[in-house]
């Protein structure tokens, strides 16, 4: 079954209903949230009636609630501990994240693995696999390392290194890998014939760690290591390869989400990218549609 869907907001107001109803308006069947803005620590408390209400409509729509998915914040950085007070911070911060997916019955938690700002990246591993073992199993959330584009001091960018992080994780049952499409090619992965790149991962991580995709094009060339996203099919990685990893039989019951950029940032592209992608032909008069909601 395809399970596609997109990255929507959390209010204050509405929390897991409001983002529910915004996935539902795009034609999705799952979504991905942030349980506050991703840049700071500013959290309320969350609303067990309004997760209870969301769970409710989630059932009367066939919604399958373990496919979705929250994204850690960005300001967590496992990797780096030259100040010990920050380094705790990520550790506790992150807990604190695990323990309010826990409360809204979120398996699956999406993680930035850090970026190692001069350490290097032996060190930055041993971090982040430190902070990971102090976190996993405290709860029955797992977190999911995203593959990163390798851009500044990023760790993440090459499978080995996210196999060195999870080789050194205790609780193997409780970390897995998110892809992120715009990611691998700009760190320099052929994601044209996915076949052997899954073979790849096999061989080096295994499979069955992948938990959920971020379908997004690129802005760049393979190896650009820019992390720039671009909408699905006007980008370097094109629709008919985005196409073929979002229906590969053997991700076939994984989470894709679209994190591709608003157009002109202000209008969401996501009804009409999720229409495209299911009916898989490309509309190259997309984003003029966007721009005019038609």
Known sequence: MLYIGSHVSFSKDKQLLGSLEEALSYGANTFMFYTGAPQNTRRYP????????????????????????VHAPYIINLANDK????????????QEELERCEQLGIKNVVLHPGSHVGLGEVNAINNISRGLNNILGNNDVTILLETMAGKGTEVGKTLEELKEIIDRVEDKEHIGVCLDTCHLSDAGY??????????????????DKIKCVHVNDSKNEVGAHKDRHENIGFGHIGFDTLINIIYNERLQNVPKILETPYVDREYAPYKYEIAMIRSKEFDNNLIDKIKNQI
């Open 46 to 69: 969350i609303d067990d009636n309004l997760t209870l209400q969301a769970l409710n409509l989630m059932k009367d729509k066939g919604i399958d609630y373990s496919k979705v998915v």
């Open 83 to 94: 100040e010990p007070d920050k380094f705790k911070f990520s550790v506790n911060f992150l």
């Open 190 to 207: 052929n994601i044209v014939d996915f076949d052997n790149f899954l073979d790849l991962f096999d061989n080096i991580i295994g499979i």
